[in-house]
């Protein structure tokens, strides 16, 4: 019995021991050693798990604050602000805190969906056969509504059937795809994105 | 200027935006610049945030922008508070103007040149005396409009001599005593009859702003889409530039009217755009009424003689080089002819307009969702619903890629899912840390970003998703030989895949961006290196400079300056052109080319080396001297034509234009027009009620409120919220955020919700011809009532950001909206609309309950 109290008032003793809240309250700096412990030793920072960190930037507004991305096995486990930027010093606001939560949104959706026409639902379908699709759709609608001049003869070489909306959220190089190919390789007119609305 | 370049501002205007709300990171700018002593003003109809960190906080009611900053400028020229000798010597003050120009002052609100059928302007009378200007803006015509064929010719006057000027200021068509007479009734009082400011606080915000002007101190406008999203927008942004001008506070360091953009990339997307009125970098699209049948035509008409867009050959040829390849040649004109012509205003108004006449039939929606974000959200939805198949590209499911399963008609009952015959497509994007590429920033800074992770499932980047449907469509037309079908034949399209999932290498791209020579594919590392003879190839010549050398990204440099250095932070990223972070920087220094204050040096002339240097990268040819002037009898063109004190080197005449002879549609000075739907008459053009050159559509669903409808009397607003981003289905599914901000609401005053009974969180019904929306009631005295020409008007606002998709959920604001266009961009009108307002809610509730609006 008193074997089995010593060992409990040993164990009491050293758990206040090693509790940093009474040194702390006795007036010994958080700052300090004083503030660790046995369990604050124990703690590892996630972001030492990630096997790949990369430079991003917020996806949100166009203020353009650096992120730092971590990642492990493919997968995003950290979103912060890039300390070196001079735009935002490591800060980020609400939304561009939150990108770690866009990335692993559970309602995000990685399978393509196709609805028919008249139809009440979605269904799954595999990329390349909505790829071949989408083309063969594309090319229908350019052959039927290409127009290669006026009435009066004066060239247009243009479609109006086809129109496309979008491009403030993405990247240069993409941007200037879609111009490319839909403007100077297809000869749509209808191309517009956020910039102007 | 630079975002970080606010800090060095003295005094800053926050005016059409809420910075500290929309932009929170870049707010840290004007935080910094009030520590170091700036006096920060807030001018808004809503007291938020911004207002109460600002020194002054100002209220005015939505619309009336113009009558406040056309005081500033008639309060700033009456009482010579003006920067004398920056505005003298680099803008156009002392320019004489034609003698058949005729003020909105003596013709009842309107330009002369005004034809009221066409509802246009002709810009003849604007020109200056005995010249014509040409404009450096791309979409500058009237697209549907007929143009004579002897533009580019006169242009040429520009060659002959200086524009006429009158130094002392006396002649009375010169621009100073034009801009005299246009605002001499803006007086403090009408700026309080009209916008509802005090006149005192106006005088007190205007005084502050030009006595921190001058030799030893410069101040900043910021805006952003509350100065856009008008009738006006382009015109309230020329009325700032027309202050900034005459106050010297253009090129210089803090400085500078700072644009606050709403998505990561808009300022890229408007540079190597997505838009139908221009090629890569600011060059014209081509349209079949202008004078531009051939590439020589196109280029004689388009081309300024003088200044720096002198230039343009040498960008369109590169760039046809770029996109046709070897196809393009001196032959076909470089292949000019596979670009399609302009028939008229294709933007996405007219383009909504065009899903519902079934003109469109197939339409790519990229990464926005108009079913939230576009305005009149009913006609949209009807638009969509007459497509034949419509491309979905996003991360989650939005409100328009599902409007034919749960969109307001459906919910109405006005239409089943199984009537609405629009084939469907969803495919799901990957997003930034899942691919690779550049976003240009609101200062123009490009930065790189890296692929960290994988993209999750089918989930692909939009550059996959385009370079594989163009190579799929290249083989579609592979065996064809029609005429129609050479362009896409043509189009270069030779893109390295990486990879399992066949990923492009966007580097690549970004270096067919930056140009290489034809002849060994070495990179350019300047514009000046581009020539007009099919010997280089250059996706946009603004971005030239960015991919120098192979192996050298310079968007992926990341060298912030450190303690002791200038701070201009060239070593981050890289800005276009030439990595330039402030634009005009040679009007930093005085005419002599010294600067015009040891405070607010940039760069400056240095004699011994005979070149400009300074702390930024000098936006100027690096050796001409501060002397040099030209030599009229030889004719001069390009850049011999501006003088070595000429910063605006954009400009014809390398002037900063107060008054605009060429390329606005709406008028050569900033004029007030009530918005589209207003509650009162034009206290300033009682004739003129509207903008005379504002587009607007009349059909069923978009019908628009008259003047001072007795049926809707309040003045109606849209915002944003810090936790939502703009057509919201990202932080309307991100956990934290949903949650921070659940749901829709509209904000009244407490004096409104009394006299209407509205109760704090209580339901309120809102409604306009187009549509009504249910929403619950936030009280709050951040809201006043106006008065306005004698009486009390009241402003409501509502957050745009919701749908039903997503966690946080609401209705969807744009169902109020009217489709209408500013005349110059065609932008829409969000800012100042009228509606009705009553407690309770819709009487007709949806057929699809609350818990079944759910994927």
Excluded at chain 2, 275 to 302: I, S
Excluded at chain 2, 547 to 566: A, Q
Aim: proline share 7%; net charge neutral.
């Amino acid at each position: 019995m008193t074997k089995i109290r010593r060992r409990l008032s040993e164990r009491v003793a050293g758990f206040v021991r090693d509790w940093s809240l009474p040194r702390q309250m006795a007036g010994q700096s958080v700052m300090s050693e004083a503030a660790r412990s046995t369990t604050s030793a124990n703690l590892r920072p996630r972001l030492e798990e990630a096997d790949r960190i990369g430079t991003s930037v917020c996806p949100f507004c166009a203020v353009g604050c650096g992120q730092l991305i971590y990642a492990k096995n493919g997968r995003p486990i950290h979103v912060e602000g890039d300390p070196r930027s001079p735009i935002n010093q490591g800060t980020l606001c609400p939304k561009g805190a939150g990108t770690l939560g866009m990335l692993l949104s559970p309602e995000r959706i990685s399978d393509v969906l196709y609805r028919a026409p008249y139809s009440d639902r979605w269904e799954k379908r595999p990329l390349a056969w909505a790829m071949e699709r989408i083309a063969q759709l594309t090319k229908q609608v350019r052959d039927e509504t290409f127009a290669g001049t006026l009435p009066d003869g004066r060239i247009i070489n243009h479609t109006l059937g086809l129109g496309s909306l979008g491009g403030a959220t993405m990247d240069n190089e993409e941007n200037y795809l879609i111009k490319k190919l839909f403007g100077g390789g297809l000869g749509m007119i209808n191309i517009e994105n956020q910039a102007r609305i | 200027m630079a975002l970080w370049d606010l800090a060095n501002s003295d005094c800053i205007i926050e005016m059409g935006s809420n910075l500290a709300e929309n932009h929170p990171v870049g707010f840290r700018f004007v935080v910094e610049a009030q520590r170091r002593g700036a006096t920060v003003i807030h001018i808004d109809p809503r007291y938020t945030r911004t207002s109460a960190l600002a020194d002054i906080y100002a209220p005015i009611r939505s619309g009336s922008d113009i009558a406040f900053l056309g005081g500033m400028i008639r309060h700033i020229l009456e009482n010579d508070l003006w920067f004398r000798d920056f505005a003298l010597a680099y803008t156009n003050i002392s320019h004489i103007i034609e003698e058949g120009y005729g003020d909105p002052e003596q013709n009842e609100g309107l330009f002369s040149g005004y034809d009221p059928v066409a509802g246009t302007y002709s810009q003849d009378t604007w020109q200056y005396a005995g010249k014509t200007v040409p404009s450096p803006v791309a979409e500058h015509r009237v697209q549907s409009q007929e143009n004579s064929s002897d533009e580019g010719a006169a242009f040429e006057s520009m060659t002959k001599s200086p524009p006429p000027q009158d130094p002392t200021l006396q002649h009375p068509n010169c621009v100073y005593q034009i801009m005299r007479r246009h605002y001499a009734r803006y007086t403090p009082e009408m700026v309080e009859r009209v916008t509802s400011c005090p006149k005192d606080l106006f005088v007190r915000i205007t005084e502050i702003f030009a006595h921190n002007s001058g030799r030893e101190k410069t101040g900043a406008f910021t805006y952003a889409v509350g100065w856009t999203h008008h009738s006006t927008g382009v015109q309230i942004i020329r009325a700032a530039s027309i202050i900034q001008g005459l106050l010297g506070n253009i090129g210089r360091p803090g400085g500078g009217i700072m644009a606050l953009r709403g998505h990561v990339s808009i300022q890229g997307s408007t540079d190597i755009p997505t838009l139908y009125n221009m090629l890569p970098t600011y060059l014209p699209q081509p349209n079949v009424f202008h004078d531009h049948a051939t590439v020589d035509r196109y280029l004689a008409t388009e081309t300024p003689p003088t200044g720096w867009w002198s230039n343009m050959p040498k960008y369109v040829i590169s760039l046809l080089k770029a996109w046709y390849g070897e196809a393009a040649t001196r032959e076909n004109g470089w292949g000019y002819q596979f670009l399609p012509k302009l028939t008229g205003d294709a933007s996405q108004e007219p383009m909504t307009m065009a899903m519902s006449d079934r003109v469109v039939k197939g339409q790519f929606i990229l990464g926005q969702n108009p079913a939230v974000g576009a305005v009149n959200s009913e006609l949209v939805e009807r638009g969509f619903a007459n497509l034949e198949w419509m491309v979905v590209r996003d991360f989650a499911m939005t409100e328009t890629a599902n409007f034919w399963q749960q969109g307001h008609r459906v919910r109405k009952g006005e239409v089943r899912p199984e009537e609405i015959g629009t084939e469907m497509f969803f495919l799901p994007a990957a997003m930034p840390g899942e691919k690779d590429g550049s976003v240009t920033n609101t200062s123009r800074l490009v930065q790189w970003h890296d692929v960290v992770c994988e993209p999750p499932g089918d989930s692909r980047s939009d550059l996959w998703f385009i370079v594989h449907l163009g190579r799929r469509l290249k083989e579609l037309y592979r065996d064809s030989i029609e005429p129609k079908d050479r362009a896409i034949q043509a189009l270069t399209w030779d893109y390295a895949l990486r990879g399992e999932k066949q990923e492009p290498d966007a580097e690549a791209v970004l270096r067919e961006i930056n140009g290489r020579t034809v002849a060994d594919g070495k990179q350019v590392a300047d514009y000046r290196e581009l020539k007009d003879d099919g010997s280089t190839a250059c996706g946009g010549w603004m971005y030239c400079g960015i991919f120098p050398e192979t192996g050298k990204n310079l968007s992926r440099s990341r060298r912030p300056d450190g303690p002791g250095e200038s701070g201009a932070h060239l070593g981050w990223a890289w800005t276009w052109p030439l990595n330039r972070r402030t634009l005009y920087n040679r009007a930093s220094a005085d005419p002599a080319g010294k600067p015009w204050s040891e405070r607010k040096k940039m760069i400056w002339w240095d004699e011994a080396q005979a070149k400009w240097t300074g702390n930024d990268v000098p936006d100027f040819l690096a050796d001409k001297r501060p002397d040099y002037r030209p030599d009229w009898s030889k004719r001069p063109h390009g850049m011999d034509a501006l003088g070595g004190d000429d910063p605006f080197i954009m400009e014809a005449d390398g002037k900063c234009a107060l008054f605009v002879p060429s390329g606005l549609k709406d008028g050569p000075l900033p004029t007030h027009y009530e918005p589209i739907e207003s509650p009162v008459r034009n206290p300033l053009y009682p004739k003129q009620q509207r903008n005379p050159t504002a587009k607007l559509w009349g059909r069923p669903g978009n019908e628009l409120h008259d003047a001072a409808d007795p049926r809707f009397p309040y003045v109606f607003t849209t915002f944003r919220l810090t936790e939502m981003h703009c057509g919201g289905i990202a932080t309307r599914v991100m956990p934290h955020t949903a949650e921070l901000q659940p749901e829709a609401f509209v904000e009244i005053s407490p004096e409104l919700a009394a006299s209407l009974r509205i109760r704090h969180l209580g339901w309120t019904v809102i409604s306009t011809l187009r549509g009504e929306v249910e929403v619950r009631a936030m009280v709050t005295e951040r809201l006043k009532p106006f008065r306005i020409d004698g009486r009390e008007v009241h402003q409501i606002g509502m957050p745009w950001v919701y749908g039903w998709q997503g966690y946080a959920r609401g209705d969807v604001a744009n169902v109020l909206l009217a489709i209408t266009g500013d005349a110059n961009t065609s932008i829409h009108s969000t800012k100042a609309i009228t509606c009705n307002i009553r407690p309770g809610r819709k009487a007709r509730p949806d057929v699809l309950g609350q818990s079944e609006a759910r994927t």
